[in-house]
C-alpha cells in the first residue's frame, strides 16, 4: 500500500489525467466481448442455423452491419488503446520530470555527511535507471494488470451469460496458476534486491574510474581496473541470469496451464455442442474470447518480474527522497547582509563516526586578521575549516561568526559571506570565465579578469586557445594542477567575501607565482579575513598569527618570529625547508 500511496502522491497535477486513462482502459476492454458477441450472432444466424441459407438472402443489410460493427468496433478499441497508451505516458513522463527534479533538489540539499556515506554510482542509479523503473510501472505495469484484469473479468461475466458449466470447467485451471504466481513471487523478490545492489556497485566502480583515469594511467593499472570491473559486471550479469532463470523455472507451469484453457475448451465445449448445450456461435465466441483467460494467466510472470523489479528500486528512491539533511538550509533570507568577518572557536570538539578529530580548539579571529594553519597529515586542518561554513556541525562547544553560532545563522547567508578553494580543486565542464564567474553570474567581464590577475592566472588564461571563453574539460581536464588552483582562487576572490578560506591552494604553483599571490591576498581592495591552510612557511610567515595542529589539538600559536622562537614544531618545519633550500642553492652554485 505504501508503494501506491507514493505513487499516487507524486501524480499530483496528473491525477486527473491518469484517472481517465485508468477509466479509458477499463471501458476499452470491456469493449473485447463485443466482437466475439457479434460473432456468435453470424455465425449462428447467417451460418450454422436452420435459416441460415434463408436468412443469408432475407437479412443481408443485418450481416452487413454486423460486419460494419466489428470492423467499427475493433477501429474504437485500437483509437481507444492508443490514446490510453498517450495519457498513460504523458502522466508518468511529468511525474518522472517532477520526483527527478525533487530528488536532484534532495541530494542538493543533502550536507557533507550524506555524501560521505552514499557512493556516487550508488546516488547516480538511483537517478536514471531507478527512476525509470517506477516510470515504467506507471505507464506500463499498471496498464497492463488493470486490463488484463478487466479483461479477465469481461470474458468470465460474458462466459457465464453464455453457459456456467462450460465457464467454471475453464475457471478450474485459475487456482493452481495463483499459487504459481505466488510462490515465484516469494522466490525471486529478494533477488531484485540483490541485483539492484550489483548494478550499484558495477556503476559506481565505472565512476570511480573514469573519474580517476589520471592515477590509472599513471600507475600503469589499467589491467587492474579491467579485472576489478570485470568481476563487478560477472556478478551482475550472474545476479541477473539468476533471477531470469527462476522466471524460466515457473513460465512452463504458467505456459502449460495458459495453454490448457484451448484444450478444456476443445473437450468440455465439444461435447456441450454435441449435446446441443450451447450453439456453434456460442462456442465460436468462447474461442474467439478464450485469450480473455488465457493471456492474463500469461502475464501474471511477467507482470510479477517488473513489479519486484519495481519494488526494488523504489525502496532506494524512497531512501533519497525521505533522506533529512542533518544540517538544514531553510533559504528564508531574502536580503543577505555582509558579515564583519570575526570568527571564535570555543571549546570545539568533533567527532567523525566516533573518531575524534578535532577536540577543544580555542581561538578568535578578528575581521581583516589573516590566520595561518599548519600541521601534519590528518591533524584535523581541513575540519577545522569545514566547521566555519557548516559543512559538517561541532559534536561540542561552538563556532561563531561576528558574535553568533553558526547553527542559529542562514547557510544561505553564512556561505554566502565566505569564499572558498579547497584542496580538491573542482573546475566544471564550461568556460574558464564562467568558472571564475561561478558565484556571480552576471559579474562583468572586466571584473573576472582583474580577479584572474590577482590570482596569477591572467597570463596563462590569455595564452589559451580561446583566452576567458576556453572549455575546460570535466574537473579542469587540460589545465595543470597550479594553473587549476590560480582559477579555483580567482574564483574564491570573485565573491569579495568578507571571510576567505584557502586549503593548501598554493601548493602546486611555484615559489615566484605563490610571492605575487600573497602580495594580492595583503592589498585586496575589500576587507576581507583570511584563514589560510599550508605546508610552506614561505605562506605562513607573512600571517598575522600561525596555529599548530597536532592529533585535533592546537599545540603552537603566535606570530612566525613567536614560533620560531619557541623551536617546536614550526621551527622544525622551518629549518627543514630553509635547509632544503640551502642545499638546492649550493648545488646550482
Not at 607565482?513 to 605546508?535: G, N, P, V, Y
Request: net charge negative; hydrophobic share 45%; glycine share 8%.
Amino acid at each position: 500500500m505504501f508503494q501506491l500511496k507514493w505513487l499516487w502522491h507524486n501524480l499530483r497535477g496528473d491525477r486527473a489525467r491518469y484517472i481517465f486513462a485508468l477509466i479509458l482502459s477499463v471501458v476499452g476492454c470491456s469493449l473485447t466481448i463485443i466482437n466475439p458477441y457479434i460473432g456468435q450472432r453470424i455465425v449462428d444466424t447467417f451460418i450454422t442455423g436452420d435459416d441460415a441459407v434463408h436468412n443469408l438472402t432475407s437479412q443481408r443489410s443485418l450481416l452487413i452491419g454486423l460486419c460494419l460493427g466489428m470492423i467499427g468496433f475493433s477501429l474504437l478499441r485500437t483509437g481507444m488503446a492508443y490514446f490510453t497508451t498517450l495519457l498513460y505516458e504523458r502522466a508518468s513522463q511529468n511525474m518522472l520530470y517532477r520526483v527527478r527534479i525533487f530528488l536532484y533538489n534532495k541530494i542538493q540539499g543533502q550536507d557533507m555527511h550524506y555524501y560521505d556515506h552514499n557512493r556516487t554510482g550508488d546516488l547516480m542509479t538511483k537517478m536514471t535507471g531507478d527512476l525509470d523503473m517506477v516510470r515504467h510501472t506507471m505507464a506500463w505495469i499498471i496498464k497492463t494488470i488493470v486490463e488484463s484484469l478487466t479483461v479477465f473479468i469481461a470474458a468470465v461475466v460474458y462466459f457465464f451469460y453464455i453457459d456456467a458449466e462450460l465457464t467454471w470447467w475453464l475457471l478450474i485451471l485459475s487456482p493452481p496458476i495463483f499459487i504459481v504466481a505466488f510462490i515465484f513471487a516469494r522466490r525471486v523478490r529478494p533477488m531484485y534486491g540483490d541485483l539492484r545492489e550489483k548494478l550499484s556497485q558495477l556503476n559506481t566502480i565505472t565512476q570511480e574510474n573514469i573519474a580517476g583515469n589520471r592515477v590509472v594511467k599513471a600507475f600503469a593499472r589499467e589491467e587492474f581496473e579491467v579485472q576489478k570491473f570485470t568481476e563487478k559486471n560477472v556478478n551482475y550479469s550472474t545476479a541477473n541470469k539468476a533471477a531470469a532463470m527462476v522466471w524460466l523455472d515457473y513460465f512452463p507451469y504458467l505456459e502449460t496451464f495458459a495453454q490448457a484453457f484451448n484444450v478444456i475448451l476443445m473437450i468440455v465445449g465439444g461435447m456441450l455442442v454435441m449435446d446441443g448445450r450451447i450453439t456453434f456461435g456460442e462456442f465460436s465466441a468462447f474461442s474467439a474470447l478464450i485469450w480473455g483467460l488465457s493471456n492474463p494467466m500469461r502475464n501474471i510472470g511477467i507482470i510479477i518480474n517488473d513489479i519486484q523489479r519495481f519494488f526494488a528500486s523504489l525502496t532506494k528512491i524512497v531512501d533519497v527522497y525521505y533522506a533529512e539533511p542533518r544540517i538544514v538550509n531553510g533559504h528564508n533570507v531574502e536580503v543577505k547582509r555582509r558579515y564583519k568577518g570575526t570568527i571564535q572557536f570555543e571549546n570545539v570538539s568533533f567527532k567523525y563516526d566516533n573518531a575524534t578529530v578535532l577536540e577543544n580548539i580555542n581561538f578568535t579571529v578578528k575581521p581583516g586578521e589573516t590566520i595561518a594553519i599548519m600541521g601534519a597529515t590528518g591533524s584535523g586542518k581541513t575540519t577545522l575549516i569545514n566547521l566555519i561554513p557548516r559543512f559538517y556541525d561541532v559534536t561540542k562547544g561552538r563556532v561563531l561568526v561576528d558574535g553568533k553560532d553558526v547553527r542559529e545563522l542562514e547557510l544561505d547567508e553564512l556561505r554566502g559571506n565566505i569564499g572558498v578553494a579547497t584542496q580538491d580543486v573542482l573546475l566544471f565542464s564550461d568556460t574558464i570565465d564562467g568558472n571564475i564567474a561561478y558565484g556571480d553570474p552576471d559579474m562583468p567581464e572586466d571584473d573576472v579578469v582583474e580577479f584572474a590577475k590577482l590570482a596569477a592566472a591572467d597570463d596563462f588564461i590569455r595564452k589559451m586557445p580561446e583566452s576567458y571563453n576556453t572549455i575546460v574539460g570535466e574537473r579542469g581536464v587540460g589545465l595543470s594542477g597550479g594553473q587549476k588552483q590560480r582559477i579555483a582562487l580567482a574564483r574564491a576572490m570573485a565573491v569579495q567575501p568578507p571571510i576567505l578560506i584557502l586549503d593548501d591552494t598554493t601548493s602546486a604553483v611555484d615559489n615566484e607565482t605563490e610571492e605575487h599571490i600573497q602580495k594580492s591576498l595583503r592589498e585586496l581592495d575589500f576587507d576581507c579575513t583570511k584563514i589560510i591552510i599550508a605546508q610552506r612557511v614561505s605562506t605562513t610567515a607573512e600571517a598575522d598569527r600561525i596555529l599548530i595542529l597536532d592529533n585535533g589539538r592546537v599545540i603552537e600559536e603566535g606570530t612566525h618570529s613567536e614560533l620560531v622562537a619557541k623551536r617546536g614544531y614550526y621551527y622544525e618545519v622551518f629549518k627543514l625547508q630553509n635547509e632544503g633550500i640551502g642545499r638546492q642553492a649550493t648545488t646550482h652554485g
